[in-house]
T-cell receptor, first 116, second 112 residues
Framework: EAGVTQFPSHSVIEKGQTVTLRCDPI?????LYWYRRVMGKEIKFLLH????????ESGMPNNRFLAERTGGTYSTLKVQPAELEDSGVYFC??????????????FGPGTRLTVL | QKEVEQNSGPLSVPEGAIASLNCTYS??????FFWYRQYSGKSPELIMF????GDKEDGRFTAQLNKASQYVSLLIRDSQPSDSATYLC????????????FGTGTRLQVTL
């Protein structure tokens, strides 16, 4: 079974440009999460989809970030326009909740975004 | 104030020794606790989760949870050089599928 995949693995863009990150969760996983790790800081939550619905987007930093999950399968995270502070590693995770304590989130390899 | 605290390390232990990694959390309502291992440049990989007070063992790994003192720890017995990685503590505040709150991680170095 394939794990969580993310594309691209690296992206270098200039301030003001637009970047779109993609995440393909494990097949059958209803829950999809986006996280971000800024250098030197902890991994921080951005948002959570259940199927195609946004369950929790409390971690989204501002309206320059737009996440979608049309059809409840893959998800995209668009940053427009990108700012220097958006640089970091963006992780996607997916899970299938089976009951208390068994929501194991499997992480993808991440997309390293550098904004110059 | 950070919600999940870990000592950043590095924690250095000799091969074959027990490595003890600790994590404290601030919210008493926390439900579930997770330990992830992350090798440099790789994705976090789940090692164990625990949600009841006490110990939970899986092979060389033991997770310990003390809700009264608000700490969770991970013991690695017979440490191997391949255990050298950053260990991330994560907390979930509900009993359902929801976000994880991470600590900054503790870097473990197992020396020969």
């Amino acid at each position: 079974e394939a794990g969580v995949t993310q594309f691209p693995s690296h992206s270098v863009i200039e301030k003001g440009q637009t970047v779109t990150l993609r995440c393909d969760p494990i097949s059958g996983h209803d829950n999809l999460y986006w996280y971000r790790r800024v250098m030197g800081k902890e991994i921080k939550f951005l948002l959570h989809f259940v199927k195609e619905s946004k369950q929790d987007e409390s971690g989204m930093p501002n309206n320059r970030f737009l996440a979608e999950r049309t059809g409840g399968t893959y998800s995209t995270l668009k940053v427009q326009p990108a700012e220097l502070e958006d640089s970091g590693v963006y992780f996607c995770a997916s899970s299938q909740y089976l009951g208390r304590g068994t929501d194991t989130q499997y992480f993808g390899p991440g997309t390293r975004l550098t904004v110059l | 104030q950070k919600e999940v605290e870990q000592n950043s390390g590095p924690l250095s232990v000799p091969e074959g020794a027990i490595a003890s990694l600790n994590c404290t959390y601030s919210d008493r309502g926390s439900q579930s606790f997770f330990w992830y291992r992350q090798y440099s440049g790789k994705s976090p990989e789940l090692i164990m989760f625990i949600y009841s007070n006490g110990d939970k063992e899986d092979g060389r790994f033991t997770a310990q949870l003390n809700k009264a003192s608000q700490y969770v720890s991970l013991l690695i017995r017979d440490s191997q050089p391949s255990d050298s990685a950053t260990y991330l503590c994560a907390v979930r505040y509900t009993g359902t599928a929801s976000k994880l709150t991470f600590g900054t991680g503790t870097r473990l170095q197992v020396t020969l």
